[in-house]
């Protein structure tokens, strides 16, 4: 594994260990005598996804363009850096995790380790020879069907 590797493997579990760590933090009570009110939250609260589909970026990779009905929302990127892309998916988290990974072992990838929070926020690393990536699906609490995705690979 080389370096750069290495750092983008170490970045995503240090992403995924501290959304864990923050769930753990919001879910241990204050007092004693009065926990915290159930609120409903997901990975995606902090970030700010597009909902608006556009279409793959010029020289973006053939074999990283996602399967309908998965929707590109947002893409950045380039060989030497690594792609990024945003995705949504109108329907539960389970059923977009199943889509990707289904769509990752058609092509090759391995799905190495998961670090799914509950049944709204699933979380999965993959590899294929030098590359690796991890992907990150959260139920959209503002909308009861949508999903949204971040998918990052990197050489």
Not at 35 to 43: F, G, K, R
Not at 52 to 63: A, R, V
Not at 125 to 153: A, E, L, Y
């Amino acid at each position: 594994m080389n370096t750069k590797s290495k750092f983008f493997l170490g970045l995503a579990i240090v992403v995924l260990g501290s959304i864990l760590a923050l769930g753990l933090v919001l879910l241990k009570p204050f007092d004693k005598k009065q926990a915290p009110q159930p609120t409903e939250s997901t990975l995606y609260d902090s970030f700010d996804i597009p909902t608006t589909p556009i279409p793959y970026p010029s020289g973006w990779p053939q074999d990283l363009r996602y399967p309908q009905p998965l929707e590109l929302v947002h893409a950045i990127g380039n060989a030497e850096a690594g792609w990024e892309a945003a995705i949504i998916y109108d329907g539960t988290a389970k059923e977009a995790s199943d889509i990707i990974e289904n769509f990752f072992a058609n092509n090759g990838w391995t799905i190495t380790e998961h670090a799914d929070v509950d049944e709204n926020n699933l979380g999965f690393f993959i590899s294929r020879n030098d590359s690796q990536g991890f992907v990150i699906i959260g139920s959209d609490p503002s909308s009861s069907n949508i999903v949204k995705i971040t998918i990052t690979v990197h050489d």
